[in-house]
């Protein structure tokens, strides 16, 4: 919904004028829309683009050099006035004629054509182009009752910059006629909009559907599917539109990927990684490809998919050099990169072999630790998230899922290499903190790393070996993030855990059993955050916020040391000559390394 409203029935002159003010080095408001602060030359063949407010940047951010002279804004998704049109476009005239743009919708078609009729009387020689890209509005054989949607943006431009360089009325009437006639457009909404001032939206889309043909008015889609994946929804927008790709047309397209107010930029990226290698299997060379929000319908969450096919003309003022508050760049040159990829291919990881069977069974065995974690916490990343998001940023569930994946895949190939044990946890672990990212994936991948400096290559880890690690863990993640039992975050746990480990050992306990009774202490104790306020990380400047919550990071740590756990062989107790109260007696290599 609108929160910076104001009065509901101002909403659309009141953008305008922040607009105007904003922009003014472009735009200066007149009457019912703006015109460009520096005008055309004389003789110019004045473009005035225009339609319903609630679609920024269509109308106003296309006003400037190599686009249109002009817009004109009605209310929200509302026809300008056929007062309001005559007026803009009489401020915009140069001398050369005007070409009038404006989607095909009811309203406009009648007020642009009534305004067009009063120039003409007056002498001003005016002509309509009404935009018709949207393929779900009618049959392909019916085209003039299609509407106008995203590819206002192609067409209009394309316009613009035929009338900047020059064509007289006639020409520039022809090259907009073709454009449109070779223009394309087909979106999906997965949520509809609000008008200002209302608090309910103008449709509903169910949970986890999405609408097929939306309109930019606030319209519901002719149909509705389930949310796909980024790739089967790449396929859902554009083989639409390759439907009606003539045989013979150009295979040089102009493509511009459209949110539609709430749909976030990254998120339009990665629908665009997935329809990239689609244009190249059709066949198709995409030049300048535009991502981003062109055509919006206020808060509408969706996206729109417009292609038009390009001729030599019409490519050369696809390119033409453009200077408005949405676009602005030279003269676009040169041909698109062919590369399949920009990525660089890392050489593949060469892990040394186990010298011995058991050196190698060690290595499945990790690798089948970790992968037992991924699946954890793949299924508790909602909750994991749900808690973070109550005085963190909520990405918690996510770090740790993705970071667990991508440990679990590298300590497979390691293990599908034969590696031993040391190897494959190293490996596991510095895949986790370059996939998680942020401090938990830091701190969790040197904890690992720590961890694997415990174990060796020759062997199964033993109970001595592992309980050793959990040490050098715990004094690593310490060392790094300088955190303290009681400072509400992942050590809350992890002290406990080794610290009742340690005891359980020492008293001859059988590891398994030990490390239960740990794992149930750092359990008990993760669920006591809720009684704690955070003294580090995010969730600290949140204070009395996260109190009677547990911390994220904590309850990770506890479910992580049960899968563990879990997963342990029945074993011998730990032998007293190398009891782990003993050897921590002494330094621990692992911080020796970093210390001055």
């Known amino acids: 919904m609108t929160r910076i409203c104001g009065n509901a029935s101002e909403f659309a002159h009141s953008a305008l004028h922040g607009y105007s003010l904003v922009h003014r080095d472009l735009v200066r408001m007149v009457r019912g829309g703006v015109v460009r602060a520096k005008p055309g030359r004389a003789g110019k063949v004045a473009v005035v683009v225009g339609g319903g407010s609630g679609h920024y940047p269509a109308f106003n951010g296309y006003v400037g050099t190599g686009f249109a002279d002009a817009a004109v804004a009605g209310d929200i998704f509302a026809s300008p006035s056929t007062q309001a049109i005559y007026s803009v476009a009489r401020r915009a005239e140069r001398g050369g004629g005007v070409i009038l743009g404006f989607g095909n919708y009811a309203g406009d078609v009648l007020n642009f054509g009534i305004a067009a009729e009063r120039l003409r009387r007056e002498g001003i020689d005016t002509r309509l182009l009404a935009t018709t890209d949207d393929v779900a509005s009618a049959d392909v054989g019916d085209m003039a009752r299609r509407r106008g949607i995203a590819g206002d943006m192609t067409v209009f431009r394309i316009v613009g910059a035929a009338a900047e360089a020059g064509l007289d009325l006639d020409a520039v009437e022809a090259v907009g006629l073709r454009a449109n006639s070779q223009t394309r457009t087909f979106g999906v909404a997965f949520e509809g909009c609000t008008l200002p001032g209302e608090a309910d939206l103008l449709f509903h889309v169910p949970k986890n559907r999405m609408a097929l043909g939306l309109g930019v008015h606030g319209e519901p889609g002719i149909d509705e599917q389930d949310i796909p994946p980024p790739a089967q929804l790449a396929h859902v927008l554009l083989d639409r539109i390759l439907a009606e790709l003539p045989a013979d047309a150009p295979r040089r397209v102009a493509i511009v990927l459209n949110g539609l107010g709430s749909t976030k930029h990254e998120e339009l990226f990665v629908l665009w990684e997935a329809l990239a290698p689609l244009l190249a299997q059709a066949g198709l060379t995409v030049i300048a490809p535009l991502v981003g929000e062109y055509v919006t319908s206020l808060d509408m969450a969706g996206c729109s998919l417009t292609m038009t096919w390009l001729d030599e003309e019409l490519e050369r003022y696809w390119r033409a050099p453009v200077e408005t508050a949405v676009l602005r760049h030279a003269g676009i040159t040169g041909e698109p990169d062919a590369t399949d990829s920009v990525m660089e291919h890392e050489p593949p ?59 679990a895949q590298a300590a497979r190939q390691a293990a599908s290499a034969h590696a031993g044990a040391a190897t494959v946890l190293a490996a596991a672990a510095d895949a986790w903190a370059d996939r998680a990212g942020g401090t938990s994936g830091a701190l969790w991948g040197e904890g690992l790393r720590a961890f694997s400096t415990a174990l060796d290559d020759v062997s199964v880890p033993d109970a001595p070996q592992l309980v050793h ?46 490390w239960q009774a740990a794992a149930d202490a750092a359990q008990k104790a993760a669920d006591g955050t809720r009684d704690l306020l955070p003294r580090m990380g995010r969730a600290r400047t949140h204070g009395t916020r996260s109190l009677g919550h547990p911390d994220a990071g904590a309850l990770s740590m506890a479910l992580c040391l049960r899968v563990v756990g879990e997963g342990l062989p029945s074993v011998e107790p730990v032998p007293a000559a190398i009891r782990p109260m003993e050897h921590m007696s002494g330094q621990n290599p692992v911080l020796d390394a970093f210390r001055p």
């Open 469 to 514: 690690g959990a040490r050098y863990a715990m004094e690593r993640i310490m060392q790094l993030g300088r955190a303290q039992v009681g400072d509400k975050t992942l050590m809350d746990a992890l002290v406990p855990f080794v610290e009742t480990l340690e005891r359980e050992c020492d008293r001859g306990c059988a590891l398994r059993d030990a």
């Open 349 to 407: 990881v060469v892990y040394a072999q186990a010298a011995t069977p058991a050196g190698q069974r060690g290595g499945l065995c990790v690798a089948q630790t970790m992968a037992r974690l991924a699946q954890a916490l793949a299924a508790a990343e909602g909750e994991l998230g749900r808690i973070d998001a109550v005085a963190g940023d909520g990405d918690h569930g996510q770090g740790m899922a993705r970071g667990s994946a991508a440990a």
